[in-house]
């Protein structure tokens, strides 16, 4: 599915940011970044454009192949790792910041993926999350998981649970427009969470 999907001429989510990770770019702290499931590299060509030394990874080399170009046509390098989350190894203290953006995973994959995350969170770390909520199939919008997956939809209880190790900064759940490409688009609801990893933990 996702290397057909990356393949076609139009990039499926657009060449821009993800809004809460642009207007919460400053929150995070800068160093080594890592981004989850980063298809064609919107998410991490932005941070790389913004002093962060990224890494996206993908279980499509064909989105990353779209990352990388998108990268050199704004003049900036990134790493690109193919992987699946469900034996990729993020490593122990080894990023300074992991963002996921509508990462959808069902409930135990989830928890698991989550837990890894803060263990390779270094000390004073962080975390950016958004995803859609269960109320987004109440609305008119078109992304995330068909109402079938209705399990693998976040909620703000959910990530405070799971991040309930970390200092959480925003935990909110919002009704907005999401306009990214043509796969995300129309009034919907997100989840948008950014945490912490205490120093010394």
Not at 93 to 120: M, T, Y
Not at 173 to 193: A, D, I, M, P, W
Request: charged residues 25%.
């Amino acid at each position: 599915m996702w290397d057909k999907r990356f393949s076609e001429a139009e990039l499926a989510y657009g060449d821009q940011p993800n809004d809460f990770l642009r207007d919460e770019t400053a929150s995070l702290r800068k160093g080594k970044c890592l981004c989850l499931a980063d298809g064609q590299g919107r998410n991490g060509v932005w941070l790389a454009q913004s002093g962060f030394e990224v890494t996206a990874m993908d279980q499509s080399a064909v989105g990353l192949g779209r990352a990388q170009e998108l990268a050199a046509a704004r003049g900036v390098t990134i790493q690109t790792v193919v992987g699946d989350l469900a034996d990729f190894d993020m490593g122990a203290e080894r990023w300074d910041s992991i963002v996921s953006i509508f990462v959808h995973l069902p409930p135990p994959f989830r928890i698991g993926v989550h837990a890894r995350i803060v263990r390779a969170l270094k000390p004073g770390g962080t975390v950016l999350i958004e995803a859609y909520t269960p109320r987004k199939y109440e609305l008119p919008g078109f992304g995330g998981p068909p109402p079938a997956q209705s399990e693998r939809t976040f909620t703000e209880a959910m990530l405070r649970q799971d991040f309930a190790a970390l200092d959480i900064v925003i935990a909110r759940e919002v009704e907005r427009e999401v306009n990214e490409g043509k796969y995300h688009h129309g009034l919907s609801e997100t989840v948008q969470f950014l945490a912490r990893k205490p120093i010394g933990e």
